[in-house]
């Protein structure tokens, strides 16, 4: 059973770099793509992107300017960094693997991290 | 980033069912079986209740179903029970491939 293991700092100052990683447990980091998604207080999900084995990346346009994933196979793990981060950061970090099979025909978000809660507060 | 449509909230009381109603467009939900959807209890990681419009995760009870007409979709609880009081989101991956969110349903049990 896939299990996936959230780590980084969950407080930051605005204009710092939030680090997050996430290392896939009982499965291979590869054949998958593998997600971000945050929710921030009061509000709904929101999907900041996603990496495969081979480091090839989608990210929400949104965030894009600020964002890189990346993955490290020999540690079955993958990592989000955010640049310049400010209040409107601040949330519920999860990380969860993207089934996709298809050109895509079908999708869905079938394991999940247990989430970090990150803070940007001076 | 196109958007998905969902009401705020619907209630319902223990035993009844209820739908949930999920609008996008052909370039998300209206194409082939990519809406997927998920339980999220408050603390707690987001569930994979539905996959591919219709499918249920071998953890998830039969009391949940899925459909989808057009552009739109729909998740149905059937029996409602108190434990299925929680916010729903509704997914889909575009054709831009990215992934989107509706904006959440908040399910009352009342």
């Known amino acids: 059973q896939v299990q996936l293991q959230q780590g980084g700092a969950g407080l930051l100052k605005p204009s710092e770099t939030l680090s997050l990683s996430c290392t896939v447990y009982g499965g291979s980091i590869s054949g998958y793509f593998w997600s971000w998604i945050r929710q921030a207080p009061g509000k709904g999900l929101e999907w900041i992107g996603e990496?495969?084995?081979?480091?090839?990346?989608n990210y929400n346009p949104s965030l894009k300017s600020r964002v890189t994933l990346s993955v490290d196979t020999s540690k079955n793990q993958f990592s989000l960094k955010v640049r310049y981060v400010t209040a409107a950061d601040t949330g519920v970090y999860y990380c969860?693997?993207?089934?996709?099979?298809?050109?895509?025909?079908?999708?869905?978000?079938?394991?999940w991290g247990q989430g970090t809660s990150v803070v940007v507060s001076s | 980033q196109s958007a998905l449509t969902q009401p705020a909230s619907v209630s319902g009381s223990p035993g009844q069912s209820i739908t949930i109603s999920c609008t996008g467009t052909s370039s998300d939900a209206g194409t082939y079986n990519l809406v997927s959807w998920y339980q999220h209890h408050p603390g707690k990681a987001p569930n994979l209740m539905i996959y591919e419009v219709n499918k249920r995760p071998s953890w998830v009870s039969n009391r949940f179903s899925g459909s989808k007409s057009g552009n739109a979709a729909s998740l149905t609880i059937s029996g409602l029970q108190a434990e299925d009081e929680a916010d729903y989101y509704c997914?889909?991956?575009?054709?831009?491939?990215?992934?989107?969110f509706g904006p959440g349903t908040k399910v009352t049990v009342l």
């Open positions: 997914c889909s991956y575009t054709s831009g491939n990215t992934v989107v």
């Open positions: 969860a693997r993207l089934y996709i099979s298809g050109p895509p025909t079908a999708a869905s978000l079938d394991v």
């Open positions: 990496i495969n084995h081979r480091g090839s990346a």
